[in-house]
């Protein structure tokens, strides 16, 4: 991607929008699905904005909210990215079977299930909380 002029996180930001079929993100909506801040979210959005792949719009609800949206020219800028990945893919899993593709996901969808118990665990017994009181994400 860095041919690309794109960061990882700025790929991950389009992909998300391309998924809302022109309606947009709220900005917190966004930050929420990335796992970043609004304030982290709000630098990669002005970097991407500047270069023609979103756009900030109102809410058609909240007329003080922007909705964030791809461009025509994000569109295709997540299309060739797409495809180099999936280039990228196939080389990457030459040599790996089927089989020890489905194991792999197997073993990595249950570590998944496992955090996620843990997770729901710590926020029942009210445990890990920091000195702002929130329970950290695992």
């Known amino acids: 991607m860095g041919p690309r002029g794109i960061t990882r996180s700025q790929w991950w930001v389009l992909a998300n929008l391309s998924r809302h079929h022109g309606e ?20 990669l959005i002005d970097r991407l904005e500047n270069n023609g792949y979103v756009v900030r719009k109102p809410d058609p609800v909240d007329r003080r909210a922007k909705r964030i949206e791809l461009t025509a020219s994000g569109a295709e800028l997540l299309a060739a990215i797409q495809d180099e990945a999936s280039h990228l893919n196939r080389e ?22 496992t955090l996620i118990e843990m997770d729901k665990k710590l926020r029942r017994s009210g445990g890990g909380k920091d000195d702002g009181g929130e329970s950290p994400q695992l």
Do not use: F, P, W, Y
């Not at 909506?29 to 709000?42: C, H, N, P, S, T």
């Not at 030459?94 to 792999?104: H, L, N, P, R, Y």
């Open 24 to 43: 947009g993100m709220m900005q917190t909506e966004l930050a929420g699905v990335l796992d970043i801040g609004k304030v982290a979210l709000g630098g």
């Open 92 to 113: 990457m899993m030459k040599g790996i079977s089927a089989q020890e593709v489905a194991a792999t996901e197997d073993i990595l969808h249950r570590m998944k299930v």
